[in-house]
């Protein structure tokens, strides 16, 4: 057993922020040996339930829960930042002939370890990331993540047409490789496999239809795909799928949707994917900085709510521009503004951490196991250091309540926040 004595940051079952000034949080093994946690509370009371385990004590830190990156792209890490005149041309022009050299598996190992590095600097502990089309791809990504006991789904990238050399797969053979890739790494020690459609239109119907008879026979596997991001990209689907009620409906008819589909930016969305979204139990990763950055528009906050389907906070680097969440958080609070018609604050700041927390881990179905810091959780967090930076440390203290203090952190937060990642190891 452990215990770690800071303030103490975690979230209730209505999204609302606890905090404790003086609080501790206790973390044991379960029968597996993986780090759990034990107790989260007050010091007083939680010291005295625990009287004999060992405490480390982190005066004026903040232990929070680990970050949940809903959507990432691992072989993206060095497109980051490529200028392009909006989605399309982003991805023939960078993104492509980037993702071309992840058949090499040389390749792939190099940048894993850079890959998860950066994560857990940043203080995420939970991501669901797009690896490339070919598996070495996935094998590599898989491998770092398992030696560094880092909670990670992810899937070979399906993309049989209007995909240039390099990066384009054959159908049959794709299905195949999915199949062997769940079979192999679907629920090994922390892995996830997700089925992974690029988006509907580098997909051939036969493709979608094969991913969607997987994503019966294997119902614990995720599914993750990008849908409604860009206008250009829109109006090429309704060319290549015209009788479809809809972009997101094409994933439906092929049964892309249920629970554990996870679908990146739901912008361009009108009430009835909406309705769909929800009745389907699928979830949206919100990805600001990348709509921001490729101009693709602004994910309606309002209008999800108001039909009530899942959503959270994901960073979708190459497209995105930062691993940080707080950089994530950040521009969500911008993206929040925009058509915003009721007064007061779109997004509060306890909103938006647990979109990048709670949030997102009740949109992959891990509700219970990760994002928060309840008992039975496993002991993912992070320390943050709120006085890192100069102006970081005038700002925190002179917060006058927890929103203050939150919001000083998103705004002017970084990986300079984190001061350490603790990954619930099985010891
Ligand atoms: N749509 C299809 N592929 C991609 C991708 O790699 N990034 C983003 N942002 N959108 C996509
Ligand atoms: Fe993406």
Not at 166 to 174: A, C, F, L, N
């Amino acid at each position: 057993m452990k215990a770690y004595r800071a303030r103490l940051l975690r979230f209730d079952a209505d999204r609302t922020a606890r905090f404790d000034e003086d609080g501790m949080l206790v973390t044991g093994p379960d029968a597996e040996g993986r780090q759990r946690v034990l107790a989260a509370g007050d010091h007083a009371s939680v010291s005295r339930r625990f009287p004999d385990v060992a405490v480390e004590h982190l005066p004026g830190r903040i232990i929070a829960p680990g970050f949940v990156d809903l959507h990432i792209h691992f072989p993206q890490t060095d497109v980051i930042g490529s200028p392009a005149d909006g989605l399309l041309p982003w991805l023939e022009n960078y993104t492509f002939p980037h993702e071309s050299r992840y058949a090499e598996a040389v390749h792939a190992a190099e940048v894993a370890p850079v890959f998860v590095d950066e994560l857990l600097r940043n203080g995420v502990t939970t991501a669901l990331a797009f690896a490339t089309s070919h598996p070495e791809s996935v094998e590599a990504l898989f491998a770092e993540a398992q030696k560094r006991s880092l909670r990670l789904i992810t899937g070979k990238v399906l993309q049989d047409r209007h995909s240039p050399d390099g990066v384009r797969d054959e159908t049959e053979q794709s299905l195949v490789d999915t199949e062997a890739l769940i079979r192999k790494w679907h629920g090994v020690d922390r892995l996830g496999y997700a089925i992974t459609p690029r988006f509907a239109p580098t997909s051939t119907p036969a493709q979608l239809r094969g991913a969607g008879e997987l994503a019966a026979r294997y119902p614990d596997v995720w599914i993750q795909s990008h849908v409604a991001e860009n206008l250009g990209e829109v109006a090429w689907m309704k060319q290549l799928f015209p009788e479809a009620r809809s972009y997101l409906s094409v994933y439906d008819d092929f049964g892309l949707m249920r629970e554990r589909a996870v679908y990146a930016h739901c912008i361009w969305f009108d009430a009835e994917d909406r309705a769909l979204m929800r009745e389907r139990q699928t979830a949206a990763a919100v990805s600001p900085t990348s709509n921001l950055f490729l101009g693709s528009g602004f994910f309606d906050y309002q209008a999800a709510d108001a039909a009530g389907f899942a959503y959270g906070l994901a960073s979708d680097v190459g497209g995105g521009t930062s691993f940080s969440p707080f950089h994530t958080m950040l521009a969500a609070y911008y993206v929040g503004r925009e058509g915003q018609t009721k007064p007061g604050l779109s997004l509060s700041p306890q909103a938006l951490w647990w979109q990048h927390t709670a949030g997102g881990a009740a949109a992959l179905g891990l509700g219970d196991t990760v994002g928060n810091l309840l008992p039975g959780h496993e002991a993912d967090f992070v320390i943050l250091n709120p006085d890192a930076t100069p102006l970081l440390s005038r700002k925190t203290r002179a917060a006058r309540d927890l929103d203050e203090l939150l919001f000083a952190m998103i705004v002017l937060g970084d990986d300079r926040l984190i001061e350490r990642t603790v990954i619930s190891q099985a010891l």
